[in-house]
Each structure stands twice: as structure tokens, then as C-alpha cells.
């Protein structure tokens, strides 16, 4: 396990961080150097999916090239060496999350899967008519609806908690809907259309004190900052692996180990059970409970691929730099005349959403996109977000280690001639 020193970094790696070469890291990415209409691609739309490194795609060539078996079934070299590697992975996940087993890493489709999992399975055995489901203002669509369904089967009842106008959520009202019919809170780590950065730590403390479960969505967190599931102390914790510069299909779900031993299967099949018969069914052990049938072998490797490859830079590294490039970013675009930030928050990671005065935001996009700039435009699956600041959509640019100042230089040029278009 890879411990850190007071500033977050693995000694070994301090001397990397003043290392950090940008321009170094984006040959590791092959489909960055392109173009796009004519014009070198810049890839601002790292929230909706992030660019794999050559090290991933290597990883998934190799495994269908050479490797390639079903697992934890097979007695034959191909199914074994698969089988390892699948729960070699499971260990890097454990390890990339500090989680203290790996009977608590459930490999599942993502982020959504994951909550889906946790409503069904805690939600249905726990939640009953009158319990209090807790959310906040700030959450994914996937952070929302599994829980409208829960509330909708069992009677339970969704709070939400409350945020100001920069996108921070209101402590205070937080605390003040925990109580005693509080069960479950589920709350997003990084929000994916405002780049607010929850106190998530304090958050789970004060849900503790009632008792509550707390459900973190990091979907937008781990690609940007260490995640210490130990440290939060939450009960689950999901993030989704094409976030982090992994293979579509594939996510993790953390979960204690004493709440998923007593969690019953989210679904039923092969490999989830120890014994069937007509009569009855003995379920597998943990993580195993929760895989029921042939799982996303390859993107589970690659997604081993991807968390040897961030480790290598250090997330540390990759939060200061970020947090730098956003700085840039912010200040440049908000100097553009008629342009408004969304998404203001103190504590942000990774996104800079805004609106233009007098242009749609898809208009902003298709503008840019001639320019060879890949943002994002619309409600980026967090409507209640856009209702509650009063804008109908966003353009939002969303960054990763690999972007750099010259991209940025780009995007406040391509906006500048969006401007010249509407005038
Ligand atoms: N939670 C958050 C905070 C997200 O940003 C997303 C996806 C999800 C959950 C769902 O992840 P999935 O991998 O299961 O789909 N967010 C975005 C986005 O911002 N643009 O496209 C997808």
C-alpha cells in the first residue's frame, strides 16, 4: 500500500511532481494528435469521458490478442492468467481508493451502476415507509433518480440539500435535514456540471452522529484528487472507469465489509453463487456476491492499466497542476465581456462551466467544435443544477492533466469569435 507524506505525495514521487511535463504526458495519448475540422483537436470535455493512454490501449490489445479467457472457471493457462489479472486489478482499485480489503472493491458498469447496486440492494433490505433519504442540489442525474425509485417502492421520503449561488452546498441546512429518520445520504464528491468540491469528510462525520449510511458519487473525483475511503469514513464510494482515463463499461463500487456482507445480491447468476439447487441457493462470498455472470473482463484489466498509469504521475501532481491550469482558465474566460461563470464555488476541481449573454449554449459548442474544440453543451444530466442558477443550459469545459495554457489561450479565442458570430 502506498502511503503518503503530509503533503498527499509518495516520497518517491516529489521528485516526479517538479517533473511534470505536459507535453510529455500527451504523447502517451494517442488520439490527442489529430484534427478535428481541419484543426488540432483540443479535448476540453473530460467529464463526459476522459482520453485512454497508450499503456490502457496496450493493455486491452494485448489481453484480446493473447489472453483472452473467461474467468474463475476455467483449469486451463489462459483462464488463470486472466483470472489473476482481473484480481490484480481489483487490487489496484483497492490500493488507488486505500480501501482496507479487497472483498470490499465489487467491480461493477460505473458510477450508475454503483448507485443502482446500493438502492436496490441496501435500500430495499433497510429503507421503509417514513425513512429519509438525503441528497444534495449538486448531484448527477445517477445520484438522484435510483433514489426517487427507492423512495417510490418503499414510502421513504428524498430531502435535498440546498446550495448558494456560486454552487456550494449550505453546511448548515445540510446539518439541520440530518435527523433521525435520516438512513441514507448519498452525495457527490466533485460535481460534474459545476466542479464544486464537496467537504465530504465533514459531511460523513455529521451523518454519523445520526447514524445515517453515506453513499459518495466520485465519479468526477477520481480522476483529480487522491481519494482516501478510510479517511472520509464513508460507507460506499463509487467512481466509474472512463473517467479515469480507463475503458468504458467498467467502475468500481466500495462498499464496508459489513454492510455489503449483509447487502442480499443486486442481481442472480453464475458466479455469485457457491451452490444452487431448485430448493434453494448458496450465495458466494464477497466480492463475488455482487458479480453475478461474466464480468467486464478487459475493462477491468484496463482499468488495472489506467490506475498504474495515474499512480505513476501521482495525484498529487495531477491536483496541482490542474489546480493551476483551472486557475488560468478561470481567469481568462471570465475577463471575456458578457460571459458568465457557472459554477463558482471556493473549492473546484476540473470544470469551468459558463453562458454567454444573448448565445445558446450548443451554439457556443458547434462554434468551437469547428475550431477543433471539444466542449460540452447543455444540462450536462444535472437539470435540477440548471433550474435552481436559472439557465436553461451550459457550455462546459472540463480539464485533465494532458490539456495545457495554450488550449485554454485557444478556447478563450474560439469563444471571442463565437462572440463576433451573435453580435
Ligand atoms: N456521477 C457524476 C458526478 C457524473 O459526472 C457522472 C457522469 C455519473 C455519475 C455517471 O457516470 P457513468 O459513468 O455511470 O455514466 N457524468 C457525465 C458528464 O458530466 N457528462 O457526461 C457524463
Not at 474467468?71 to 482481473?86: F, M, N
Not at 455472470?293 to 498509469?309: K, Q, R, S, V, W
Amino acid at each position: 500500500m502506498i502511503r503518503t507524506n503530509e503533503i498527499g505525495a509518495p516520497p518517491g514521487l516529489l521528485k516526479r511532481a517538479a517533473m511534470f511535463d505536459v507535453q510529455k504526458i500527451r504523447q502517451d495519448f494517442p488520439i490527442l494528435n489529430q484534427k478535428v475540422h481541419g484543426r488540432p483537436l483540443i479535448y476540453l470535455d473530460n467529464a463526459a469521458t476522459s482520453q485512454k493512454p497508450q499503456a490502457v490501449i496496450d493493455t486491452i490489445t494485448r489481453y484480446y490478442l493473447e489472453q483472452n479467457a473467461n474467468i474463475h472457471r476455467g483449469v486451463h493457462y489462459l483462464s488463470e492468467w486472466a483470472t489473476r489479472a482481473y484480481e490484480e486489478s481489483r487490487l489496484k482499485a483497492q490500493r488507488f481508493l486505500n480501501a482496507t480489503d479487497a472483498r470490499e472493491i465489487i467491480f461493477v458498469r460505473g458510477a450508475t451502476e454503483a448507485i443502482n447496486l446500493v438502492a436496490h440492494s441496501y435500500g430495499l433490505k433497510y429503507i421503509t415507509a417514513g425513512d429519509e433519504i438525503l441528497i444534495s442540489a449538486i448531484e448527477h442525474h445517477s445520484n438522484i433518480v435510483p433514489w426517487q425509485m427507492l423512495c417510490q417502492t418503499t414510502g421513504a421520503i428524498l430531502r435535498v440539500a440546498p446550495m448558494n449561488d456560486q454552487g456550494e452546498l449550505l453546511l448548515d441546512e445540510y446539518e439541520r435535514l440530518l435527523g433521525p429518520r435520516t438512513k441514507l445520504v448519498s452525495l457527490v464528491h466533485v460535481s460534474n456540471a459545476l466542479g464544486s468540491l464537496n467537504p465530504i469528510k465533514a459531511m460523513v462525520a455529521m451523518a454519523r452522529r445520526w447514524n445515517a449510511r453515506v453513499m459518495v458519487d466520485g465519479a468526477q473525483a477520481a480522476p483529480h484528487l487522491a481519494i482516501d475511503v478510510q479517511e472520509l469514513d464513508c460507507d460506499f464510494y463509487t467512481f466509474s472507469g472512463h473517467k479515469v482515463f480507463g475503458p468504458t463499461g467498467i467502475g468500481v463500487l466500495y462498499g464496508k465489509r459489513e454492510w455489503l456482507e449483509q447487502m442480499p445480491p443486486y442481481q442472480g447468476g453464475g458466479d455469485m453463487i457457491i451452490s444452487v439447487s431448485f430448493e434453494k441457493t448458496e450465495y458466494n462470498h464477497l466480492p463475488f456476491k455482487f458479480e453475478a455472470g461474466t464480468p467486464h473482463i478487459a475493462g477491468a484489466i484496463g482499468l488495472g492499466a489506467a490506475l498504474d498509469y495515474v499512480n505513476q504521475i501521482g495525484l498529487d501532481t495531477i491536483a496541482r497542476y490542474e489546480h493551476d491550469l483551472l486557475a488560468y482558465a478561470t481567469e481568462a474566460v471570465a475577463a471575456i465581456p458578457g460571459l458568465r461563470l457557472i459554477g463558482t464555488a471556493r473549492e473546484k476541481a476540473g470544470v469551468l462551466g459558463f453562458v454567454l449573454d444573448g448565445v445558446h449554449a450548443h451554439d457556443i459548442g458547434t462554434v468551437l467544435d469547428h475550431a477543433g474544440i471539444a466542449i460540452r453543451a447543455g444540462h450536462h444530466c444535472a437539470m435540477p443544477v440548471m433550474k435552481r442558477l436559472g439557465v436553461p443550459a451550459t457550455a462546459r469545459a472540463s480539464l485533465a492533466f494532458y490539456n495545457t495554457k495554450e488550449e485554454i489561450d485557444a478556447l478563450v479565442q474560439g469563444i471571442y469569435k463565437v462572440k463576433e458570430m451573435f453580435d
